[in-house]
């Protein structure tokens, strides 16, 4: 049995275009996918280039720096109070449904499952509690308390230190293919969630252990 089962949160369990819906009542159904995505992919890159530069800040600041950038560059000029209510929005977005069916078995098979993120614990515990998931998790484990991002490989060892596990016997369960190949470059086991047929993996050197459709099937690779 796995000694500690890590879950990347945002992207993973958490939808993070769930903010699509508020989107579009601020500028438009045309315009909303193209903003939420550009705002996603401009808040991994933050964080990708603030660990390369060591110069760490929270995550919360990389979304808000990321949501100020895409309204500058696709040219919408949101007021301080829409701006306000997409970030607020982040605290209430929408678990994916495949993920608490998963949970679920896990937890009823006895393992420890752990949120691993790059968020801060307070903002990734108040995500969970409106998602209604916070009680499958032992523990939250925040890149914050290393100070810097995911894919830095303190960031797994860190997980193995607080989980008190060995990374061969420690999984990341992730859809976020730059985390998955993180894990496994230090050693621990990863289960990439690939939901769409179009989604494709870097072909580098480190393939995950297990790719799945689902985070429900999880426990038929893991078993009881």
């Not at 179009?198 to 393939?207: A, C, G, K, R, S």
Request: hydrophobic share 40%; net charge negative.
């Amino acid at each position: 049995m796995a000694t500690a089962l890590g879950f990347d949160v945002y992207g993973t369990l958490i939808d993070t275009h769930g903010v699509t819906s508020l989107l579009e009542t601020l500028i438009g159904p045309d315009e909303a996918p193209r903003f939420s995505a550009t705002w996603r992919e401009k808040q991994l890159e933050y964080t990708f280039r603030r660990g390369l530069m060591r110069q760490y800040c929270k995550f919360g600041t990389c979304t808000r720096h990321a949501l100020e950038f895409t309204a500058l560059s696709l040219g919408h000029k949101l007021t301080t109070d829409q701006m306000e209510s997409l970030i607020d929005q982040y605290a209430r977005l929408p678990v994916f449904p495949d993920a608490i069916a998963g949970l679920e078995t896990l937890q009823e098979y006895g393992y420890p499952l752990y949120a691993f993120s790059n968020g801060q614990t307070q903002a990734v515990d108040m995500v969970l509690k409106h998602a209604s998931i916070r009680h499958y998790f032992k523990g939250i484990v925040s890149v914050d308390e290393v100070g810097t991002f995911k894919p830095d490989p303190a960031v797994y060892e860190h997980f193995c230190t607080v989980t008190e596990s060995r990374a061969e016997n420690a999984w990341l369960v992730s859809s976020n293919g730059f985390d998955v190949i993180g894990a496994i470059a230090t050693g621990m086991k990863a289960a990439w969630i690939r939901r769409s047929s179009t989604q494709v993996l870097d072909p580098w050197e480190f393939p995950p252990t297990a790719i799945l459709d689902s985070i429900a099937t999880l426990s038929d690779v893991l078993g009881p």
